[in-house]
């Protein structure tokens, strides 16, 4: 890489939206650091991005251990010597009634989207500052909206977007940005295997469905990449929503 190749670290890059994040990230000429715990898909992912000229490395990693976030964000500056841009892309989902949450699973849930993303953010400001960077958030629309039968993964998504805005005070007179993106239902893996209770209102579902077809995560993944990018100066403390038009209403 160049000497003025900006860095990005990028989790949940094996696979959804972390890995079109990757690729939208890498079009625009910056160089990644993939993070995920799926070990052989992320390297996948690397090996396919480095085929077409990315510069990529891949670092395993269950981002639900703050020693591990502290560990990736050390990694990526020890390789790259710099860290320009954090994606915490990362995010877990599971469907239950509220009074059937195992202990464990709702654990899981804000150890992966709430706490990692604030440990992560934690280890590399020092760095997004001397680089004069940003910080990337993925929420979502369940940040904003009631969203039956997900009770947890919402209010970590709420958490996730009070955690921007927080931050995004905090660090108002330093030469960085911290912004959040929500998206709304997406075409991608993050459902895959996983069944819906018995007894559900599908009608509350579909509340929160929207009229338009669900986005393709590349569409999603482009408001990122321009988030992440210069072309965002002006945008700091901002929750952007790439939903379909689902909160608007």
């Given at each position: 890489?160049?000497?003025?190749?900006?860095?990005?670290?990028?989790?949940?890059?094996?696979r959804?939206?972390?890995?079109?994040?990757?690729?939208?990230?890498?079009?625009?000429?910056?160089a990644?650091?993939?993070?995920?715990?799926?070990a052989?898909r992320?390297e996948?992912?690397?090996?396919?991005?480095a085929?077409k000229?990315?510069?990529?490395?891949?670092h395993?990693?269950?981002?639900?251990?703050?020693?591990?976030?502290?560990?990736?964000?050390?990694?990526?500056?020890?390789?790259?010597?710099?860290?320009?841009?954090?994606?915490?892309?990362?995010?877990?989902?599971?469907?239950?009634?509220?009074?059937?949450?195992?202990?464990?699973?709702?654990?899981?849930?804000?150890?992966?989207?709430?706490?990692a993303?604030?440990?992560?953010?934690?280890?590399?400001?020092?760095?997004?500052?001397a680089?004069?960077?940003?910080?990337?958030?993925?929420?979502?629309?369940?940040?904003?909206?009631?969203?039956?039968?997900i009770?947890?993964?919402?209010?970590?998504?709420?958490?996730?977007?009070h955690?921007t805005?927080?931050?995004?005070?905090?660090?108002?007179e330093?030469?960085?940005?911290?912004?959040?993106v929500?998206?709304?239902?997406?075409?991608?893996?993050?459902?895959?295997?996983?069944?819906m209770?018995?007894?559900?209102?599908?009608?509350?579902?579909?509340?929160?469905?929207?009229?338009?077809?669900?986005?393709?995560?590349?569409?999603?993944?482009?408001?990122?990449?321009?988030?992440?990018?210069?072309?965002?100066?002006?945008?700091h403390?901002?929750?952007?929503?790439?939903?379909?038009?689902?909160?608007?209403?």
């Open positions: 890489m160049s000497g003025e190749q900006k860095v990005a670290l990028v989790t949940g890059a094996a959804g939206l972390g890995r079109a994040i990757a690729e939208a990230l890498a079009a625009d000429g910056i990644l650091f993939l993070v995920d715990i799926l052989e992320l996948e992912t690397r090996g396919e991005l085929a000229g990315a510069t990529v490395v891949a395993a990693a269950d981002i639900a251990s703050r020693a591990n976030c502290v560990d990736a964000v050390a990694a990526a500056v020890a390789h790259y010597g710099r860290l320009d841009i954090l994606v915490n892309a990362a995010g877990i989902v599971r469907f239950n009634h509220a009074t059937d949450v195992p202990e464990d699973e709702y654990r899981k849930i804000f150890a992966v989207n709430v706490d993303a604030f440990f992560l953010s934690q280890a590399a400001l020092p760095h997004i500052i680089a004069k960077g940003n910080i990337v958030n993925v929420a979502s629309q369940a940040a904003k909206l009631g969203s039956p039968y009770v947890p993964y919402s209010m970590s998504k709420a958490a996730l977007a955690m805005r927080g931050l995004a005070m905090e660090y108002m330093a030469p960085i940005r911290i912004n959040a929500c998206p709304g239902t997406m075409a991608t893996e993050i459902g895959d295997g996983l069944a209770p018995d007894g559900i209102d599908y009608a509350k579902i579909a509340r929160y469905g929207g009229e338009r077809p669900a986005n393709e995560a590349a569409e999603v993944a482009a408001v990122v990449a321009f988030v992440a990018s210069d072309r965002a100066s002006a945008v403390g901002a929750i952007l929503h790439a939903d379909g038009g689902v909160t608007a209403g």
